[in-house]
């Protein structure tokens, strides 16, 4: 049983040997414990500080790439590299290394394919009460849109199985945490939760730059991501919207029309057959647009299995 920690790293050359020695290098039930960072283009002394550390594997994105395509990369090498166990914790030191056993104990119990790190972010002193509630506010949509109940929704600190990680399609520029609990949600992956500690602020956060970006970046992942798993819900939504919206207009018009009026109230048939049309159309963009669906899940299988055959190759060179 091979456990891989991945660290995305971009700048972290003063945080990076606290987080390295805050992960435990033995843990009951894996044979192997191996570190892996990604560095996402950092301009900083971050790979050579890795290399002094005696970090176990060091990939290294050319540019900065972002957070959920360097997450990417790393869980394909984590993978490639023969893990069982993938965790995936930030180099900021913002988690607790020492708390990764309790992380994947459920993994090993085979209670779950995924385990996601609650932080419990009501108590963290340095985060604002704004932060606290866009936190819990997310963690309650994520919930409703992917099934999948864990209080802590865009929490960073995570383990995934291999089974779990040979799933994972991650597109995402942005927000990594959500997509990928609502792709967990949606291929019916089991999927923990257990609390965890954190460490004091050692910087601040990347991600959470400004509210009014955070929330725009948050819902468009959301809606995107729910959009790709769900079309023919969200555009018959849609369509029942518009479709309503333009019979209220025509009911109106033919109640003028039937008690002699009908003549001042086109401006009604006009707008109510507008919206109907619209609705319509958007019908039709439902139907299409879950045949696609259907067509990417072909693909997902496709890609997940000539997943499998990469790494049984190299399984095959190895001995």
Same mark, same amino acid.
């Given at each position: 049983?091979?456990?891989?920690v991945?660290?995305?790293?971009?700048? %972290?050359?003063?945080?990076l040997? !606290?987080t390295?020695?805050?992960?435990p290098?033995?843990? %009951?039930g894996?044979d192997?414990?191996e570190?892996? $960072?990604i560095?996402?283009?950092s301009?900083d002394?971050?790979?050579?500080v !890795?290399?002094?550390?005696?970090?176990?594997h060091?990939?290294?994105? /050319?540019?900065?790439?972002?957070l959920?395509?360097t997450?990417?990369?790393?869980? *394909?090498e984590c993978l490639?590299r023969?893990a069982?166990? $993938?965790v995936?914790t930030?180099?900021?030191?913002q988690y607790? @290394?020492?708390d990764?056993p309790?992380? $994947?104990?459920?993994?090993?119990?085979?209670?779950?394919?995924?385990?996601?790190g609650?932080?419990?972010?009501s108590?963290?002193a340095?985060f604002s009460p704004v932060? /606290?509630?866009?936190?819990r506010l @997310?963690?309650?949509?994520v919930r409703?849109?992917s @099934?999948?109940?864990v209080p802590?929704?865009?929490?960073?600190?995570?383990?995934?199985?291999?089974e !779990?990680s040979?799933?994972?399609?991650i597109?995402?520029?942005?927000?990594?945490?959500?997509e990928?609990?609502?792709?967990?949600g949606?291929?019916?992956? !089991?999927?923990a939760s257990?609390?965890v500690?954190?460490n *004091? /602020?050692?910087r601040?956060?990347?991600?959470f730059t400004?509210?009014p970006k955070?929330?725009?970046?948050?819902?468009?992942?959301?809606? =995107?991501m729910?959009a790709?798993y769900?079309?023919? =819900?969200?555009?018959?939504?849609?369509?029942?919207?518009?479709?309503?919206a333009g019979?209220?207009?025509?009911l =109106?018009?033919?109640?003028f029309?039937?008690? @002699?009026?009908g003549s001042?109230? $086109?401006?009604?048939?006009?707008?109510?057959?507008?919206?109907?049309?619209l609705?319509?159309?958007?019908?039709?963009?439902a139907?299409v647009?879950?045949?696609?669906n259907f067509n990417?899940?072909?693909? %997902?299988?496709?890609?997940?299995?000539v997943?499998?055959i990469?790494?049984?190759?190299?399984?095959?060179?190895? *001995?």
């Amino acid at each position: 049983m091979k456990l891989i920690v991945q660290i995305p790293c971009y700048n %972290e050359e003063h945080t990076l040997p !606290a987080t390295f020695n805050d992960i435990p290098k033995e843990i %009951e039930g894996v044979d192997t414990v191996e570190i892996m $960072i990604i560095d996402d283009g950092s301009t900083d002394k971050t790979i050579e500080v !890795a290399e002094k550390l005696g970090v176990d594997h060091i990939v290294v994105n /050319k540019n900065n790439r972002g957070l959920a395509r360097t997450f990417r990369k790393g869980m *394909d090498e984590c993978l490639k590299r023969g893990a069982d166990i $993938i965790v995936n914790t930030d180099g900021d030191n913002q988690y607790a @290394g020492w708390d990764i056993p309790k992380l $994947i104990q459920p993994i090993l119990d085979g209670k779950a394919d995924v385990v996601v790190g609650d932080r419990k972010t009501s108590q963290i002193a340095h985060f604002s009460p704004v932060k /606290k509630f866009l936190q819990r506010l @997310g963690s309650f949509v994520v919930r409703q849109l992917s @099934g999948v109940s864990v209080p802590d929704a865009v929490s960073g600190f995570r383990a995934y199985s291999r089974e !779990a990680s040979l799933q994972m399609n991650i597109v995402s520029p942005f927000s990594y945490t959500i997509e990928a609990l609502i792709q967990a949600g949606k291929k019916h992956m !089991a999927v923990a939760s257990v609390p965890v500690e954190t460490n *004091d /602020k050692t910087r601040e956060s990347r991600l959470f730059t400004s509210i009014p970006k955070f929330i725009e970046r948050q819902l468009t992942t959301i809606v =995107r991501m729910y959009a790709m798993y769900q079309p023919l =819900r969200v555009f018959f939504f849609i369509g029942l919207v518009l479709s309503v919206a333009g019979a209220i207009p025509i009911l =109106r018009f033919l109640y003028f029309y039937f008690t @002699g009026d009908g003549s001042g109230h $086109i401006q009604s048939l006009i707008l109510g057959g507008t919206l109907t049309i619209l609705g319509f159309i958007s019908f039709l963009i439902a139907l299409v647009a879950d045949l696609i669906n259907f067509n990417r899940l072909l693909i %997902e299988q496709t890609l997940e299995k000539v997943r499998r055959i990469e790494l049984s190759q190299l399984d095959d060179k190895k *001995d």
